[in-house]
């Protein structure tokens, strides 16, 4: 008998692309700051973000974009140079995104919600030499610069950029509602708005390629976890046109795109912010996406692509303004980082008329490998098909390189032009990682005969809560330290709306007393919110191999047997 043929050698995901989507693409050599240059050639007028009413044109964008290049060139900015951006999704984050790209420096996007014991780590491991910033943190990152390398701090307001009728209202009541700070002054520290109105010379001309490093994405929140994703021109121009090829009746029309997913992270950076640019649509900037400012946005504006995470739809269907809110204008979704309840996609197809496509992606690739086919046929329960110029193979978990057939669970391994360079200041992870040119994920999955993956199981035990990456050991780390506590283990546990909550179990030294509430609190102001556990179970002892290794897949077992 002969041996079976793997799983992944004659590709047949191939077979199932919608009619029009290429197998390979000829990729062009453009990078993003040029096809921002190139939208706003083509469609100079068309809207290019709005901001709580406020529209900016493309012409208008790439006017912004090369004033603030010339202040950060002005500022001493070189190829190379690292500056972190740490803002939600407003006006400034995408001028500042842009803006470092177009005179060759590196962007490393920071999510607000991290404490200053997260970022201190991400500014000192990329080495970011400015900081560009919202007021509201603007303080706190001037207490924290002296542990960092960062000279210069730029800080921006929810108010910079608003329609006249809010603008004016807007001093009135922020500082109440919390949406506005007063920032203290301090040397190297400039506002935004004051930049912005000032001249500055244009900057010289800096050469980029596909080779170029662009960004570098933190994977993680904490040191000895969180690692750099070294990111290039290549991988970020590579997969908007990847994005492009797979939505080919999307392509010929201006669209609007509903701007939801954090910028500061991967998903919504490509899949949002970098797309609409490259196919000049309009987006949507939401810097809350909670269901209330989602809905509203949706009403206003019109949105006719919106991709979100599923906590995200679950939280628009069950708010008590749905039945109120005309959705009709969406007409395609993409759903990514967790897996999306079918009846959650059947309710939100009914209501909209949209179509939902699920995917798969992680940070080191950019982060989107597999669709749904938007026009062809779906799977319930898969990430879908390898998008265009993507390789896959699925390996054996014994041995971790032979390839396995059809159905047989193995670990997924990626080849493509959207695949990180490698980890920043981390050789090992890299080596291993990138092992014989593939990108090994960690994850586990299956194909089935029509070149459809599933994703079955995570190897690395990250908890995926509210769309948000959460490593347990970011909050074992933090329990461990705390001077009762013997051991720990944090573990994802379902929660209705938010995907996973963490659930930590922990056993206490002995004659050392403490109580749920009071570990949280310990916890509160050393991980950010999302991270915090919302649920502490107190053990004797904790499962383990004869290796003294905790079992947490015994400790999620029994959580899922468990009454709900």
């Known amino acids: 008998m002969s041996d079976p043929v793997p799983c992944c050698a004659d590709k047949p995901w191939l077979r199932n692309y919608e009619q029009n989507v290429p197998a390979t693409l000829d990729f062009d050599p453009a990078c993003m700051p040029e096809l921002l240059s190139r939208t ?11 901001f709580e009413g406020y529209r900016l044109t493309y012409r208008q964008l790439q006017a912004m974009v090369d004033r603030l290049a010339g202040h950060l060139a002005h500022f001493g900015v070189r190829k190379g ?24 420096a590196v962007t490393v996007m920071n999510n607000p919600l991290y404490t200053d014991r997260e970022l201190e780590h991400q500014f000192n491991d990329s080495g970011a030499r400015m900081l560009i910033t919202i007021d509201l943190l603007a303080n706190r990152m001037i207490d924290l610069r002296p542990q960092t390398a960062i000279r210069q701090i730029i800080y921006t307001s929810i ?34 708005k004051t930049l912005m109105r000032g001249s500055a010379p244009p900057p010289a001309g800096v050469a980029l390629t596909h080779a170029d490093v662009a960004m570098i994405q933190y994977t993680g929140g904490t040191t000895g976890v969180s690692k750099g994703a070294i990111l290039t021109h290549g991988n970020l121009s590579c997969q908007v046109q990847q994005l492009r090829s797979w939505f080919p009746r999307f392509s010929k029309d201006y669209q609007v795109m509903l701007g939801a997913l954090p910028f500061f992270h991967v998903f919504g950076l490509s899949t949002s ?47 008590r303004r749905i039945a109120r809110t005309d959705l009709s204008s969406i007409a395609g979704c993409f759903s990514g980082s967790a897996p999306l309840p079918v009846e959650v996609i059947r309710e939100f197809e009914e209501k909209t008329g949209a179509v939902i496509v699920e995917g798969y992606g992680l940070t080191e690739a950019t982060p989107v490998t597999h669709i749904n086919p938007f026009g062809g046929q779906r799977k319930p329960g898969s990430v879908g098909l390898p998008i ?62 029509d070149g ?27 329990v461990y330290s705390h001077p009762s506590v013997r051991e720990a283990a944090a ?54 191999s004869n290796v003294g290794k905790i079992l947490k897949k015994e400790l999620r077992a029994a959580e899922l047997q468990k009454p709900r």
Not at 291 to 301: E, G, H, Q, R, V
Not at 412 to 428: D, E, F, S, T, W
Not at 504 to 510: A, G, H, I, R, T
Not at 512 to 519: G, I
């Open 40 to 50: 706003a050639r083509l469609v100079p007028d068309k809207m290019a973000l709005v």
């Open 81 to 104: 140079d690292a500056v972190a951006i740490l803002l939600p999704n407003t006006i400034a984050c995408v001028v500042s995104y842009y803006a470092v790209l177009k005179i060759g």
């Open 159 to 192: 108010g910079d950029y608003l329609p006249l009728a809010k603008k004016v209202l807007f001093p009135l009541v922020a500082r109440k509602r919390g949406l506005a700070a007063d920032v203290k002054p301090a040397e190297g520290v400039y506002a935004w």
């Open 273 to 319: 912010m970098n797309f609409a640019v490259y196919m000049g649509w309009g987006n949507i900037l939401v810097p809350k996406p909670q269901p209330d400012p989602l809905l509203k946005s949706i009403a206003k504006y019109k949105p006719t692509f919106a991709p979100l995470v599923p906590t995200m739809y679950i939280g628009i269907l069950n708010h």
């Open 388 to 449: 265009p110029g993507t390789d896959c193979r699925i390996v054996s978990l014994a041995d971790g390189a032979s390839d396995v057939p059809a159905g047989e669970p193995g670990e997924l391994l990626i080849r493509g032009p959207q695949v990180m360079r490698g980890y920043l200041n981390k050789p090992a992870e890299t080596a291993a990682a990138l092992a014989d040119g593939w990108l090994h994920t960690g994850d586990i999955a299956t194909m089935d005969d």
């Open 452 to 478: 459809y993956f599933y994703i079955v199981d995570r190897k690395k035990d990250m908890i995926i809560s509210g769309g948000y990456n959460v490593y347990p050991r970011d909050i074992e780390e933090v």
């Open 491 to 544: 573990i994802g546990v379902p929660h209705p709306s938010r995907g996973e909550q963490v659930k930590v179990f922990v056993v206490l030294k002995e004659g050392c007393t403490l109580t749920e509430a009071e570990l949280i609190d310990y916890c509160r102001d050393k991980l950010a919110k999302y991270k915090l556990p919302t649920r502490v179970a107190f053990c004797k002892e904790l499962p383990k």
